[in-house]
């Protein structure tokens, strides 16, 4: 067995026997990999307190036939402020589930582990949680190879340039992204697609996270740029989120 050292993100565990956890761990340079954790779950075991959702530390691992086996572990960020507040877990639950789904055994992406660090690190501070879920959102799907198209229309390349209202653009998640007012007319699926929502959109897939806290959102702004990526990540899913309903029933 090969024997490797890396930085990873606990993204989710689960029990094994009487003693063990299967950890999914998104690592910073082989992706996504499962590994056992022996003996995790004792009182005192070495591995217990790395072991936990939503950690971020430094794993030894052996490489196995079918499943990796953690050997030791340090924890650089406990992330304990994610299990101790409803609304940041809910977050966080729903941002390590949508790496899970939207991922592959040992495919390397050092820049979105960097974004899921980021993320989860900056959700310290309270009140930034609906913001960086539509950063991490945009930037997740652009590094997984997924991303809307917000610059052309998706119908027929020009150059998006929203004037005047703006209401007249469409979006549509099968097609991949905005629609012009000409191809928003012969798309039955299209949503609507305002001024306000394509521009925070833009602003938000080429920022830095660290420039978040200048942005504030409307309340309506907010609610329809849920709605269309909601529909542009169901409609390349493989399978609901089952950490949706929970974000939805503690956000009331």
């Excluded at 299967?22 to 075991?45: C, D, Q, Y």
Aim: glycine share 8%; charged share 20%; hydrophobic share 40%.
């Amino acid at each position: 067995m090969a024997l490797y050292r890396t930085e990873a993100v606990v993204l989710r565990t689960r029990n094994l026997g009487e003693a063990d956890k299967i950890l999914t761990l998104f690592t910073e340079n082989r992706g996504k990999v499962r590994a056992v954790a022996r003996g995790s779950r004792r009182p005192r075991n070495h591995l217990m307190g790395s072991s936990q959702p939503f950690v971020h530390g430094s794993f030894m691992i052996f490489r196995g036939k079918n499943l990796d086996s953690v050997s030791q572990a340090s924890i650089i960020d406990p992330m304990v402020y994610l299990r101790e507040d409803l609304l940041k877990m809910a977050h966080a639950s729903y941002i390590v589930e949508l790496v899970d789904l939207l991922t592959e055994e040992y495919d390397p992406n050092s820049g979105l582990f960097t974004l899921i660090t980021s993320v989860l690190g900056q959700m310290r501070t309270s009140g930034m949680e609906a913001r960086l879920l539509k950063f991490f959102e945009l930037h997740l799907l652009r590094l997984t190879g997924i991303e809307p198209q917000l610059a052309c229309c998706v119908g027929c390349g020009v150059t998006v340039v929203p004037e005047g209202n703006g209401n007249s653009l469409g979006f549509s998640a099968r097609e991949g992204g905005v629609l012009c007012t000409d191809c928003r007319r012969q798309r039955t699926d299209a949503l609507p697609f305002s001024l306000g929502a394509l521009q925070v959109m833009r602003w938000l897939a080429n920022a830095d996270g660290d420039r978040l806290g200048i942005l504030q959102i409307p309340t309506a702004i907010e609610m329809e740029m849920e709605q269309l990526l909601r529909g542009f990540i169901d409609f390349h899913l493989q399978r609901p989120l089952k950490s949706l309903e929970f974000l939805h029933t503690i956000r009331g």
